[in-house]
């Protein structure tokens, strides 16, 4: 199924940072390797063109310190990398060979992180209110009748849970929201929709749809996360849409009847 396009709070952010999870990428060892063979180079032709002048040392003392130090460099250079955790994220370090292989106890701040690229990895998980626009589907009512569903949810995810979440799924949260929140929506509304008949959804709207929120905000808030609003888009069967037409005497319908219970 199509990802659909989400839209947030902070969508347009001064970072320029999409609105779904970023999995930092890890560091650029090949930019690393490069930079530590250009110092080597540097220190190799400081040494032949004697530019590197440590007075009161000996030649060889000298090549063994331009060494040692050259060795010093190099290990900073390709164990030790750096990743700054934006405003609104809460980044999560990843111990790739540790004995516990997980998430660390800590959930990182925003800031900078220095982290080893061979052993550890750095996510990072947005925690502003994001709005997803999810694909429609339909549900059954009590009676049988088919109505359409075209949910737009507003969402977060609960501040310092962010290891928790990754924890659980190892997936991108943009991969969570579209996957495993979208089963909880539809769920919502299935198992909601299936307790009545037409006739009562459609006299009883405003109570229908305060039950399907309360059951979406009950299934999200165990996964950390927290329902900020949800606008259900739930459209009438056409056999109503149509009786109401003809008691009405409108053709194209009325207002109410051609959005349904959005």
């Given at each position: 199924m199509e990802n659909r396009r989400i839209r947030g709070v902070g969508c347009n952010n001064p970072h320029g940072r999409r609105c779904r999870a970023q999995g930092m990428s890890k560091a650029d060892t090949t930019t690393n390797i490069v930079s530590v063979a250009i110092l080597l180079i540097w220190l190799l032709v400081s040494i032949a063109t004697d530019c590197l002048t440590l007075q009161k040392i000996k030649k060889m003392k000298k090549i063994k310190f331009v060494f040692m130090l050259s060795l010093i460099l190099s290990a900073l250079c390709l164990t030790s990398c750096s990743e700054r955790i934006d405003a609104g994220s809460e980044g999560i370090l990843v111990n790739l060979y540790g004995t516990d292989k997980g998430v660390d106890d800590v959930s990182l701040v925003t800031g900078r992180v220095w982290y080893n690229p061979f052993t550890e990895e750095v996510y990072e998980y947005p925690t502003f209110v994001q709005t997803i626009d999810y694909p429609a589907f339909t549900i059954n009512a009590k009676d049988g009748s088919e109505?359409?569903?075209?949910?737009?949810?507003?969402?977060?995810?609960?501040?310092?849970?962010?290891p928790r979440v990754f924890k659980k799924y190892r997936k991108e949260l943009n991969?969570?929201?579209n996957g495993t929140l979208f089963n909880y929506v539809k769920d919502a509304f299935r198992i909601q929709l299936n307790k009545?008949?037409?006739?009562?959804?459609?006299?009883?709207?405003?109570?229908?749809?305060?039950?399907?929120e309360a059951q979406l905000s009950k299934a999200?808030?165990?996964?950390h996360f927290h329902l900020e609003?949800?606008?259900?888009?739930?459209?009438?069967?056409?056999?109503?849409v149509e009786a109401v037409n003809q008691k009405t005497g409108y053709p194209g319908g009325t207002e109410s009847t051609q959005r349904g219970c959005g």
């Open positions: 109505f359409t569903v075209d949910p737009t949810v507003s969402l977060k995810m609960v501040d310092g849970n962010a991969d969570i929201v009545y008949t037409t006739d009562q959804i459609v006299s009883n709207r405003d109570l229908v749809e305060r039950a399907i999200l808030a165990k996964e609003q949800l606008t259900s888009g739930l459209k009438y069967p056409s056999s109503i």
